[in-house]
């Protein structure tokens, strides 16, 4: 799972600040998702986005929560005004484009409000 | 509303046993499942997957076993090694939406 970029690995926020996560998706993969895992929690999925389109945003907070797949460069999960409560392992994953296959995650982001 | 779901959060088996973890899922549309393996601070690594289609997948020492009327999986690492400690995460799709969803994980302790 090397291939998936994730950066930066660690960061840390003081309340109401803006956090943004990248991920670069490995080489032919056109398909992204963002999951989250708060602690002692599973991975929780939030968002799924092929390049320039948000396929699924089920799983995403609806206030200050954003992300983008831009057809250049990386994908960006964004958290505005951001609160303790955000702080948790974000983690990308990406796929190749056909249905039924592994996703390959990144080795994630810790933030960390204080 | 949890559509993975793995009921035991813990799991302890002699190294050389047999580790079985076990996964059931309520969405009768999945039909793709996947268990992924998961260090501190490290991102998941996918193990072994397995389409609706089959009852049984093998992989070395890990077999993933399907039982779609019970809408139950179950992986099966023989023999356990110690390096096999980790947290396991079953997942499923659906190919109408394709999205991934996951369990809360078990954590695997392999006892020496």
């Known amino acids: 799972n090397a291939g998936v970029m994730q950066n930066p690995r660690h960061l840390v926020r003081r309340r109401g600040q803006e956090a943004r996560l990248r991920c670069s998706p490995m080489?032919?993969?056109?398909?992204v998702y963002w999951y989250r895992q708060l602690p002692e929690e599973g991975l929780k999925f939030m968002v799924y986005?092929?390049?320039?389109?948000?396929?699924?945003e089920s799983g995403m907070p609806k206030e200050r929560f954003s992300a983008e797949f831009p057809k250049e460069g990386p994908s960006i999960l964004r958290i505005q005004q951001v609160v303790r409560g955000d702080s948790a392992a974000y983690f990308c994953?990406?796929?190749?484009?056909?249905?039924?296959?592994?996703?390959?995650f990144g080795q994630g982001t810790r933030l960390t409000v204080v | 509303d949890q559509q993975v779901k793995q009921n035991s959060p813990s799991l302890s088996v002699q190294e050389g046993r047999i580790s079985i973890l076990n996964c059931d899922y309520t969405?009768?549309?999945?039909?793709?499942f996947l268990w992924y393996k998961k260090y501190p601070a490290e991102g998941p690594t996918f193990l072994i997957s397995?389409?609706?289609?089959?009852d049984k997948n093998e992989d070395g020492r890990f077999t993933v076993f399907l039982n779609k009327s019970a809408k139950h999986l179950s992986l099966h690492i023989v023999p356990s090694q110690p390096g096999d400690s980790a947290v396991y995460f079953c997942?499923?799709?659906?190919?109408?939406?394709?999205?991934?969803?996951f369990g809360k994980g078990t954590r695997l302790h392999i006892l020496p």
């Open positions: 986005l092929q390049k320039e389109n948000i396929i699924d």
């Open positions: 969405n009768s549309m999945f039909d793709y």
């Open positions: 997942a499923a799709s659906a190919q109408r939406d394709d999205k991934i969803i």
């Open positions: 397995i389409s609706s289609i089959k």
């Open positions: 994953a990406s796929s190749p484009a056909r249905v039924n296959t592994e996703a390959f």
């Open positions: 080489k032919g993969h056109s398909h």
